[in-house]
């Protein structure tokens, strides 16, 4: 009889906790997003993950337009530190991208998640809507990581049908550090089916980051000769290009010479070479606390003196939107009360912004090295570094440079890889180095945000990744 009732209130248990699951689901679907053009077909969430005692993340889940069950879930983080992955949904691979109008949405061919459920999550707190309920919003590397892994074991909580789903994390730029360091917490806890990592144009190593943007910028003709002789003249042990330090050297006259190559690239669009820099409403006027140059050029007096003078200026508004960047729209849409209220997003929290401006961040990490080195030496896990290579703000030499370092057994050498364009030719798509558990693979005329620039050929890479494809 004892017996009996114990099993009786085990169920119990059991059943209430399933219902509590399914409600709190049920709780976060999104059913009438403002601004759509028609009815979709796939289930989409929208609410908040317990990352702490005090800490609730924001996250956006999106399930699969194709077999959302057997699907692979996968995790997608944006930059800064404190930049919204919000901007990976809906201007990058997101199955709905936003219209200049801040009003309307328009439907994505090539998203992500006509193969796979995404979870576009922003971290950390403080980011979008994401939010502390004490007020304090000090951060740094490890305690992202943490909260993010955090985060992601409530949501399988949640949604358990897709814990048994092979798992990916991916992101892009800062998310070169938050990537490897969730993706190392996650490969330690080993409770999720965890099979590997993606990065696009991420911040692999800080000071290899400048140094190879120093040889990009020559090679795309942004210098001149005289100052590509200064260059490597002040900053080049012996003149020898294989001997180059740019990122902290003491010679004066090679400070000078980058300080002038910082001063160009200022004036140009930092996450696309070729594109114009964007100069609406959110950023008229404005500069950037969140501008690359200030990071890639931290240890040269001549630019951290001019960073100084920016932030002094009354005169300017300093903002956290990116430079050159588009997001009027996004922002306009997020801020809506009707699309705040159909992403059940929390009573009384701050205006939406792209960037955040009460996240308080500490960098711990400027060489991801000892993170893709754990990951790969356990031969369990896959990664994937991609770059656009018209990007300046983490450019394809630097991440091209990092992955070879690994000292990885080549499969296939550097070769072009190739997609199928809309009139069914078949094009070269940008180039790769295969590797035994990583693949570094270039996409020919992105920038920084691979996926808005290179829909197609991006969907093409992502489908390779999580499904183990060899780059044709």
Known sequence: MV??????????????????????VTSDEVVDLPGLPSAISFKHYS?????????????????SQNNPASDPVVLWLN??????????????????????????????????????????????????????????????DDSTAADSLAALKYFFKMFPEFAANEF????????????????????????????????????????????SLMFFGNYHGLWGEQLWDQLTA?????????????????????????????NIIYGLNIYNLYDECYTGEMNRHQESKNHPIWQLFKHNPHVSQQHKQLLQKPAVQVTVVPPCVNVDGMTQ??????????????????????????????????????????????????????NGDVDMACNFLMDEWFVDSLKQKVVE????????????????AGFTKQFKNINFVTI????????????????EMFINFIHNKRFS
């Not at 609410?47 to 399930?63: C, D, K």
């Not at 050297?249 to 010479?257: K, W």
């Not at 009360?337 to 205006?351: N, P, S, T």
Request: charged share 15%; with cysteine; aromatic share 12%.
């Open 168 to 211: 990916f994390i991916t992101g892009e730029s800062y998310g070169g550090i938050y990537v490897p360091s969730l993706s190392v917490l996650v490969a330690r806890d080993g409770t999720l089916n965890f099979r590997g990592w993606g990065i696009g144009n991420g911040m692999s190593d800080f000071n290899l980051n400048t140094d």
């Open 47 to 63: 609410g908040y993950l317990n990352a702490s005692a005090t800490h609730r993340l924001h996250y956006w889940f999106v399930e």
């Open 413 to 428: 050498p550097y070769k072009a890889w190739h997609y199928e364009a809309a009139d069914g030719s078949t094009q070269v």
């Open 444 to 459: 020919k005329g992105a920038g920084h945000m691979v996926p808005q620039n290179k829909p197609r050929p991006s969907l």
């Open 3 to 24: 017996y009996e009732y114990t099993m009786w209130a085990l169920l119990v248990c059991l059943l209430a906790g399933v219902a509590s699951s399914l409600a709190a």
């Open 79 to 140: 930059g800064g530190p404190g930049c919204s992955s919000l901007d990976g949904l809906l201007s990058e691979h997101g199955p709905f991208l936003i219209n200049d109008d801040g009003k309307t949405l328009r439907m994505n061919d090539f998203a992500w998640n006509t193969v796979a459920n995404v979870l576009y999550l922003e971290a950390p707190v403080g980011v979008g809507y994401s939010y502390s309920t004490d007020g304090i919003y000090e951060m740094n």
């Open 333 to 386: 849409y997020l801020n809506r009360v009707e699309v705040r209220a159909a992403l059940h997003i929390q009573a009384g929290l701050h205006d939406w912004t792209i960037c955040s401006d009460i996240l308080h961040y500490t960098r711990q990490y400027e060489d991801m090295k000892p993170f893709y080195m754990e990951l790969l030496s356990s031969g369990k896990y896959r990664g994937l570094v991609y």
């Open 234 to 262: 002040h900053c080049c042990s012996g003149g020898q290009l294989n001997k180059c330090n740019f990122h902290n050297n003491t010679d004066a006259d090679c400070q000078g010479a980058v300080g002038a190559a910082s």
